[in-house]
């Protein structure tokens, strides 16, 4: 069964520090990946895709990928109280489905 | 820019009620749309899929079906709901196999 693994947390960080956030999948097929941000209450929004080893950068948010660990993150630089979610990790395949780990609790303190 | 739609956006139905939720997207054509449950603190349990008009996919076997009329329309129905399918449905679409799936606002259910 294909999974995507991730820890639970709530992972909590100071203000402008840097939140590391990591995914493990089982699937070798996967062939793209995805980090969604979920507020309490709200859906998933997307905050980055990665299709290709090694690191993807947009603002404040690194995605890395390395497919031979099988292995993604999410890194948040200067974390911010906004940044406090759930973020989900999710691998897909050449399937239009993909699985979503169970979502990792971030919490920065002010 | 493409747009997608859920409706109720909070529902709360007593033990045994019918079910109907819809989802419609706006600004592509033949899309794939899905159907995803999230329980409290949970994650995302993928429901249904379809490629397609008529076209449907079960992932879990449950009280729960869905169909898709037209092209950009996904509903969800239940004939007799459970205290179990209370939770936060959502709905999304995507264009690509590699792509993006974006998310509709949601349906917050409570059955009593």
């Known amino acids: 069964q294909k999974e995507v693994e991730q820890n639970s947390g709530p992972l909590s960080v100071p203000e402008g520090a840097i939140a590391s956030l990591n995914c493990t999948y089982s699937?070798?097929?996967?062939?793209?990946f995805f980090w969604y941000r979920q507020y309490s209450g709200k859906s998933p929004e997307l905050i980055m895709s990665?299709?290709?080893?090694g690191d993807k950068e947009d603002g404040r948010f690194t995605a890395q990928l390395n497919k031979a660990s099988q292995y993604v993150s999410l890194l948040i630089r200067d974390s911010q109280p906004s940044d406090s979610a759930t973020y989900l990790c999710?691998?897909?395949?050449?399937?239009?489905?993909?699985?979503f780990g169970s979502g990792t609790r971030l919490l920065v303190r002010p | 820019s493409q747009t997608i739609h859920q409706w109720p956006a909070t529902l709360v139905q007593p033990v045994g009620s019918p079910l109907s939720l819809e989802c419609t997207v706006e600004g592509t054509s033949n899309p794939n749309l899905y159907w995803y449950r999230q329980a409290a603190g949970r994650g995302l349990q993928l429901l249904f899929y379809?490629?397609?008009?008529?076209?449907i996919s079960s992932e879990v076997p449950q009280n729960l079906s869905a169909s898709r009329p037209q092209d950009r329309q996904f509903i969800l129905s239940s004939k007799k709901l459970l205290l179990s399918d209370s939770g936060f449905y959502l709905c999304?679409?995507?264009?690509?196999?590699?792509?993006?799936?974006?998310f509709g606002p949601g349906t917050r259910l409570t059955v009593l």
């Open positions: 999304a679409w995507i264009k690509d196999p590699t792509d993006t799936q974006y």
């Open positions: 990665i299709y290709s080893n």
């Open positions: 379809s490629v397609g008009i008529g076209q």
């Open positions: 999710a691998a897909g395949d050449s399937s239009y489905k993909l699985i």
């Open positions: 699937d070798r097929g996967s062939q793209s």
